[in-house]
């Protein structure tokens, strides 16, 4: 039965072929039955929305047999085609088709050419071209196979095989692609530098995406770490497609690490370094391997300082440091504050969990740092004083510590009470002498009588 859906699914179509072209001519007059027609002394029959029972019976003159729009989503090679002993060339094309049923009889011997393009094969059976012994082409273009079983294709005449336009998976599943020794699988994929990946690498070459992860992998076997290719996009220009930039993720968390690994893998973009025992950073300014770490987490180590990183490549151009349970106790806030302010790249800085050093000296600057920079402090509810048993700060969020809190200790603010009361007496004789100086010049003024302590003066 030939839909409207399957007369939208052939519209698409943008590869012609000559059979193709045969299918774009459906005889509108018989919508909704079957329709064939022979041509070429009758050794191609082209068939459209099915084919009719007549036609499944000995065919020894048709040699070539494309059914175009098949109306159901599962197809039988066995009973189809067993009226068709001489068959060379054999096609499905612009249809629903899902599944095929069992594998191609061995009445087909004689089958030169599969072609089952435009459609939407997911997986092929068992076995399915096992009997043809003259299979040289195999034809799945445009279909929705993520995977391909090799197997299946083990057939000694087979010299061609066409796979562009399927949402391949790039894993190392697909490592095969690269082996292209005399007679491999690989080496048969006509268009084998057209295959594109699915997601995540969505609309990538498959080749060169395949080439990343099995380099990945096998670096990977130089640490002590877990990795994982997380993202590829283009370089940009004209040879975008093949030029292909890696964000690759390496995982070292919890290795009984005591130095940060020297070396890392290509493209390593991401680095976990969490639950370790690292405390010394000068990797990341000595090591070169570290300029392309853009997200370094180091939460839950015994890192105490970062000067070391104060005009470093690595803190000019970071994106994301996570330094979340450490013992840090103060940084470098003037270094931070200049990186925070020019680099464009910096997205995540978390300090939280740190026993910071709560003074006068240090925590106005870095309390007007959190503050000023709190969209990129992700945790600055979790920056708080050092514990301190009998530190009234002890802590406490060092956002919201007021200036009084940070710079008047204790013992200083138990002289404050004394000191008030000294002030305001004086302030009290003051007030005292200024107004008898002022009753005295206005008693001078009135009686012409000088104040009596002037007068006993000699």
């Given at each position: 039965?030939?839909?409207?859906?399957?007369?939208?699914?052939?519209?698409?179509?943008?590869?012609?072929?000559?059979?193709?072209?045969?299918?774009?001519?459906?005889?509108?007059?018989?919508?909704?039955?079957?329709?064939?027609?022979?041509?070429?002394?009758?050794?191609?029959?082209?068939?459209?929305?099915?084919?009719?029972?007549?036609?499944?019976?000995?065919?020894?003159?048709?040699?070539?047999?494309?059914?175009?729009?098949?109306?159901?989503?599962?197809?039988?090679?066995?009973e189809v085609l067993q009226g068709f002993?001489?068959?060379?060339?054999?096609?499905?094309?612009?249809?629903?088709?899902?599944?095929?049923?069992?594998?191609?009889?061995?009445?087909?011997?004689?089958?030169?050419?599969?072609?089952?393009?435009?459609?939407?094969?997911?997986?092929?059976?068992?076995?399915?071209?096992?009997?043809?012994?003259?299979?040289?082409?195999?034809?799945?273009?445009?279909?929705?196979?993520?995977?391909?079983?090799?197997?299946?294709?083990?057939?000694?005449?087979?010299?061609?095989?066409?796979?562009?336009?399927?949402?391949?998976?790039?894993?190392?599943?697909?490592?095969?692609?690269?082996?292209?020794?005399?007679?491999?699988?690989?080496?048969?994929?006509?268009?084998?530098?057209?295959?594109?990946?699915?997601?995540?690498?969505?609309?990538?070459?498959?080749?060169?995406?395949?080439?990343?992860?099995?380099?990945?992998?096998?670096?990977?076997?130089?640490?002590?770490?877990?990795?994982?290719?997380?993202?590829?996009?283009?370089r940009g220009g004209k040879r975008t497609?093949?030029?292909?930039?890696?964000?690759?993720?390496?995982?070292?968390?919890?290795?009984?690490?005591?130095?940060?690994?020297?070396?890392?893998?290509?493209?390593?973009?991401?680095?976990?370094?969490?639950?370790?025992?690292?405390?010394?950073?000068?990797?990341?300014?000595?090591?070169?391997?570290?300029?392309?770490?853009?997200?370094?987490?180091?939460?839950?180590?015994?890192?105490?300082?970062?000067?070391?990183?104060?005009?470093?490549?690595?803190?000019?151009?970071?994106?994301?440091?996570?330094?979340?349970?450490?013992?840090?106790?103060?940084?470098?806030?003037?270094?931070?504050?200049?990186?925070?302010?020019?680099?464009?790249?910096?997205?995540?800085?978390?300090?939280?969990?740190?026993?910071?050093?709560?003074?006068?000296?240090?925590?106005?600057?870095?309390?007007?740092?959190?503050?000023?920079?709190?969209?990129?402090?992700?945790?600055?509810?979790?920056?708080?004083?050092?514990?301190?048993?009998?530190?009234?700060?002890?802590?406490?969020?060092?956002?919201?510590?007021?200036?009084?809190?940070?710079?008047?200790?204790?013992?200083?603010?138990?002289?404050?009470?004394?000191?008030?009361?000294?002030?305001?007496?004086?302030?009290?004789?003051?007030?005292?002498?200024?107004?008898?100086?002022?009753?005295?010049?206005?008693?001078?003024?009135?009686?012409?009588?000088?104040?009596?302590?002037?007068?006993?003066?000699?």
């Amino acid at each position: 039965m030939i839909t409207f859906e399957s007369r939208m699914i052939f519209s698409r179509v943008s590869t012609k072929d000559n059979e193709t072209l045969d299918c774009d001519r459906i005889n509108s007059n018989i919508i909704g039955l079957p329709e064939c027609h022979l041509k070429e002394s009758g050794h191609r029959l082209i068939c459209f929305g099915g084919i009719d029972d007549k036609w499944k019976t000995e065919n020894e003159k048709v040699h070539n047999l494309v059914l175009c729009n098949w109306p159901n989503k599962t197809f039988d090679p066995q009973e189809v085609l067993q009226g068709f002993p001489l068959l060379r060339k054999f096609k499905i094309v612009n249809s629903n088709l899902t599944r095929l049923m069992t594998s191609f009889p061995e009445e087909c011997q004689f089958l030169e050419k599969v072609n089952l393009t435009h459609n939407r094969l997911e997986v092929l059976p068992v076995g399915v071209f096992a009997n043809l012994s003259n299979l040289k082409i195999v034809d799945l273009k445009h279909n929705d196979f993520k995977e391909i079983d090799l197997k299946l294709f083990n057939i000694s005449t087979l010299n061609h095989v066409y796979l562009f336009g399927n949402p391949l998976k790039c894993t190392e599943n697909m490592s095969w692609i690269l082996d292209l020794r005399n007679g491999s699988f690989a080496e048969k994929i006509v268009d084998r530098e057209k295959l594109r990946c699915s997601a995540p690498y969505n609309g990538r070459l498959l080749v060169p995406v395949v080439e990343i992860i099995m380099t990945l992998k096998e670096e990977c076997k130089r640490t002590l770490c877990d990795c994982e290719l997380v993202y590829v996009v283009g370089r940009g220009g004209k040879r975008t497609l093949k030029q292909l930039m890696a964000f690759a993720s390496v995982n070292c968390s919890y290795r009984d690490l005591t130095e940060m690994p020297e070396f890392l893998p290509a493209n390593t973009t991401t680095l976990h370094l969490t639950g370790n025992k690292i405390k010394d950073l000068t990797p990341l300014v000595k090591n070169a391997v570290y300029k392309q770490v853009l997200d370094l987490y180091l939460d839950d180590n015994l890192v105490e300082s970062i000067v070391q990183l104060d005009g470093s490549y690595w803190l000019d151009h970071f994106r994301l440091l996570s330094l979340r349970g450490n013992k840090l106790s103060d940084v470098p806030t003037y270094a931070l504050e200049n990186v925070l302010l020019q680099s464009g790249s910096v997205a995540r800085l978390y300090l939280g969990n740190n026993p910071w050093r709560c003074d006068c000296l240090f925590t106005p600057g870095f309390q007007d740092l959190l503050i000023r920079y709190t969209n990129l402090v992700r945790d600055i509810n979790e920056v708080k004083c050092a514990a301190v048993s009998g530190d009234e700060n002890s802590n406490k969020q060092i956002r919201d510590l007021t200036r009084t809190e940070i710079c008047i200790s204790s013992d200083e603010n138990s002289l404050i009470y004394p000191l008030d009361i000294l002030n305001i007496i004086l302030a009290f004789l003051i007030f005292l002498i200024i107004g008898k100086l002022l009753y005295d010049y206005w008693s001078f003024k009135k009686t012409g009588k000088l104040p009596w302590i002037v007068s006993k003066i000699p």
